[in-house]
């Protein structure tokens, strides 16, 4: 007599989800190995970058690798906004709110001259971050037309 043969339908059911899962495990790690990111938008590209993100060391380390703090670079739409994609590092710094940044900045002697000083008070000013102000400003605040550096920046973000 014959027995009837098991059926495998059970067998395949039980394996297919781990091998799948091992397989997309593996993909991940390929992708993530050759720096095309999935779970993330990847390291910092520049100087600016780094300053928006308020990464206070990679700011330090790329500063001492002779990146310029007043160039104007890229940076991606999502580090600050899809409308400011143009900006110095200093800039890039005020979106960051963090005074502590601007202060690395200062320290390393990146805020060159008083019109420099000026332009990020202002800015902070247009985007509400009391703290920088007060900080790149104690005492005589510059005259600022309300929204015209931020204007200004978004327009130079704009030409690219």
Known sequence: MNSPRPSRLP?????????????????????????????????VRNLAEAAAMASSAEVVRLLAAGEDPNRIVTVRPHVISSSITRVTALEAAVWSRSALLMKVFDR????????????????????GVDEIVSYLSPKDPPRCVPGETLNAILARSKES
Not at 20 to 39: D, K, N, R, Y
Not at 111 to 117: A, E, N, P
């Open 11 to 43: 067998l395949i059911v039980a394996v297919v989800p781990p091998c799948a899962a091992t397989f997309a495990l593996i993909v991940f790690v390929i992708v993530e190995l050759f720096g095309h990111t999935i779970s993330s938008e990847g390291p």
């Open 108 to 127: 390393a002697g990146a805020i060159v001259d008083r019109g420099t000083r000026d332009h990020l008070t202002c800015l902070a000013g247009d985007i």
